[in-house]
């Protein structure tokens, strides 16, 4: 067999020889700022942050068009840089240029630096970390993508990975992007029924996941739960299981063992050449109806902007090791765990196991054992952590930590202060970072460019190269004046955004394009200070943010509601110490109901774990007689969230209410419940 970087080679002679022309001819622009970008370094006012932001913005396609040549490697080249209408959710960008994204992410290293590190699993089990060179996670994603083309899949079908994050489930999403495949990852903490839901949407024909998930020292029966989800699947062919334990598995005609068959496969795939807006891969993710929607991300725009903003939001050099504790299942999981730090010929950690296993010092031994220099994690984390006291940080070295990343939520001072004081030693940034699933990557971060600006704790603060932030009033009009507080907006398309939501564009466009036509609407509302930083107050719509984990509270509702006992119900967000934000529920029973209320509560909890994830399990359950409505029938949902923030002097005007009477029996029930949880 040919030596590995022989076959590539030919492959990207090309693009490097691009590249090199490109450096050609930007040499002799010097740049001002260490941290400035090259490829556009000697255009007009870009010596800072505020002079390369103004440019990125203004001059799109300049801007755009120079670092999409400059750091991916084209089969051939796009034409035109972006082609978008905001108003018709039309998002295209770098059309007519073709690139595969794993030879973006391996290839192109592997040749350069086979043996660097591009991945460590920091296992379950603390001290059993694996590490994965650029060589052995190109061979692997290649027998992969043999293997799934063996098996009928094809440019534009779905593969459905339920896996822990592993070297495996790393590779399966580079191995679909290797052969043109979209990949849907979802989180293995979801229900048989939310998986099943999200297989039959994306209409995937194989499934990938392994006997059994490990975390926290607990056994997770994943293999079992994908039998039960694909009993409802008809679309699923083939399921592929990777032995993560020792323990047997029940295997069926349609499973396979994942690493057997891969012995069988060669190590060189032929990566197939995708156009620039080809998907990725889908994403599902809460909205403010009860369906999950299931946001497309393409390639190059995509992966442009996981790269760009990797490098400039953590200052990331070469030879970093960057820990970024999020799951696979969720959007941080692939930006920021897998393409990004790729892209970037980096080496990333594969965190498997949960903040205080085996005790609430594993993040800072990790820290010390790996020397992690940018650690990312989410505030719900470090709320807890902080609990526990400073020891469990102080034991451990961390001098290798540079950056502090925080993601998901907003960072509550206390727990910002701690980050910055204890876990960095006050040595450290603490980046705030706000983004989506929908936008692909950061858009509002306290660093994005320049390592020696100011940062103010808790804001996002200054917006990513592309990045238009507006601030919307009650009517849709822009904000245009600081200190003030209103709708979050971007007002231009940028590579990294979603395109549309499988199969429902028209739910894509109502979503995001149309409360503010021609705005990208983020569903967040959003403070702008006197000096012009964005800090993000939170969620405007129905979804509730459970430890950085977004759920709709209709579809909770929906859940609820199906209980035989049930006759209507509210589900709302309330202010959590250490979540963020936990779930309570108000519920009308029907008239006759026989059985104990303990009974019905753990009933209705059982239902929310088996129908969508156990993270989504309301913490409590109040029974009402009624729900608080105005007259035209809407529940009242304001009155519920003020009843339960213990603020009854807020509640303000319930003159459109059709009976005030129900808010005097929730505010009672509610005294009730809380007594009686304060007793127990
Ligand atoms: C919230 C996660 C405040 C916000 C990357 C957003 C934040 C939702 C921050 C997206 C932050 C994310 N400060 N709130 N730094 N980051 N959010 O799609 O409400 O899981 O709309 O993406 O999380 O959650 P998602």
Redesign the pocket.
């Known amino acids: 067999m040919q030596s590995l970087c022989g076959r590539i080679s030919n492959y990207f002679v090309t693009s490097s020889a691009r590249r090199i022309a490109d450096r050609r001819l930007l040499a002799g622009r010097s740049c001002s700022t260490s941290a400035c970008v090259p490829e556009i370094a000697g255009y007009e006012g870009v010596a800072d942050h505020g002079g390369l932001h103004g440019f990125s913005v203004a001059q799109t396609e300049r801007f755009w068009g120079a670092v999409a040549r400059s750091r991916l490697s084209w089969n051939s080249p796009f034409h035109t840089v972006h082609d978008c209408d905001l108003s018709q959710g039309k998002i295209r960008w770098f059309l007519g240029g073709k690139l595969n994204v794993s030879v973006n992410c391996l290839d192109r290293h592997a040749c350069a630096f086979p043996n660097r590190v591009a991945l460590i699993w920091e296992r379950d089990e603390p001290g059993s970390e694996v590490k994965v060179t650029y060589r052995q996670l190109l061979e692997l994603t290649c027998r992969l993508g043999n293997l799934f083309r063996r098996h009928g899949v094809k440019k534009g079908d779905c593969v459905t990975l339920y896996m822990p994050t592993c070297p495996l489930a790393v590779a399966s999403m580079l191995a679909c992007a290797r052969i043109g495949a979209a990949h849907n990852v979802v989180f293995a903490g979801f229900s048989a029924e939310a998986l099943a839901d999200r297989i039959r949407d994306a209409q995937s024909s194989m499934v990938i996941t392994v006997n059994q998930g490990v975390r926290g020292g607990k056994v997770a029966e994943l293999k079992k739960t994908v039998d039960v989800a694909v009993q409802s699947c008809p679309s699923v062919k083939q399921v592929f299981v990777a032995l993560r334990t020792e323990n047997p598995v029940g295997m069926t005609s349609r499973d396979a063992l994942l690493e057997e068959e891969l012995q069988k496969e060669d190590v060189v795939c032929e990566p197939a050449a995708m156009d620039s807006e080809d998907v990725l891969f889908l994403l599902y ?1 809460s909205g403010s109806t009860g369906k999950p929607k299931g946001l497309v991300h393409t390639q190059a725009g995509y992966l442009l902007y996981a790269l760009l903003t990797h490098k400039y939001v953590f200052n990331y050099h070469d030879g970093d090791v960057f820990g970024c504790v999020a799951d696979i299942g ?3 999981g692939h930006t920021y765990t897998v393409y990004g730090p790729l892209a970037n010929g980096g080496t990333t950690v594969l965190f498997e196991s949960t903040p205080v296993y085996p005790d609430p010092g594993r993040y800072w031994e990790m820290v010390q054992r790996l020397k992690i220099n940018q650690f990312y994690g989410a505030p719900t984390a470090i709320r807890l952590l902080l609990k526990y006291g400073d020891q469990w940080v102080q034991k451990y070295d961390r001098s290798s930590l540079k950056i502090l990343g ?6 509550n001072t206390e727990a910002w202060e701690w980050y910055h004081r204890v876990v960095g030693g006050g040595r450290c940034s603490v980046v ?7 936008t692909g990557g950061i858009c509002i971060a306290p660093r994005p460019s320049d390592p020696d600006a100011v940062i103010v704790p808790g804001m ?1 603060m200054r917006p990513f190269f592309g990045i238009k932030p507006v601030l919307m009033d009650k009517e849709g009009a822009v904000l245009s004046t600081n200190d003030t507080s209103g709708a979050l907006c971007i007002a231009q398309p940028w590579p990294g955004m979603a395109r549309t939501i499988h199969n429902d564009h028209q739910r894509f466009t109502e979503t995001y394009c149309q409360p503010y036509r021609g705005y990208f609407f ?3 509302g959003a403070y702008r200070c006197k000096e012009g930083y964005y800090q ?1 107050i ?2 405007l719509d129905d ?1 509730i ?1 459970v430890s ?3 759920i709709g509270t209709a579809e909770l509702e929906d859940v609820v509601n199906r209980c035989r006992w049930v006759a209507e119900s509210a589900v709302i967000g309330y202010t959590h110490d250490i979540k963020g934000q936990g779930v309570y529920a108000f519920v009308v029973l029907k008239k006759e109901v026989d059985v104990q209320e303990a009974d019905l509560v753990q009933h209705l909890k059982d239902m929310v774990s088996k129908s969508i994830a156990k993270y989504a399990c309301p913490d409590f359950i109040q029974f009402v007689p009624r729900l608080p409505k105005t007259r035209s029938g809407k529940i009242m949902r304001r009155v519920l969230r003020k009843v339960v923030e213990h603020d009854v002097d807020g509640l303000g005007d319930l003159s459109t209410l059709e009976d005030p009477a129900t808010v005097q029996e929730v505010i009672q029930g509610h005294h009730h419940l809380f007594s009686k949880t304060h007793q127990q």
């Not at 705030?432 to 929908?438: L, S």
């Open positions: 993710t969720w959007i941080t925080s993601v998901g939520e907003p960072i705030d970072t706000w983004w989506q699933t929908e996002a983020t569903g967040d993000i939170g969620r979804v943010n950085g984990h977004r």
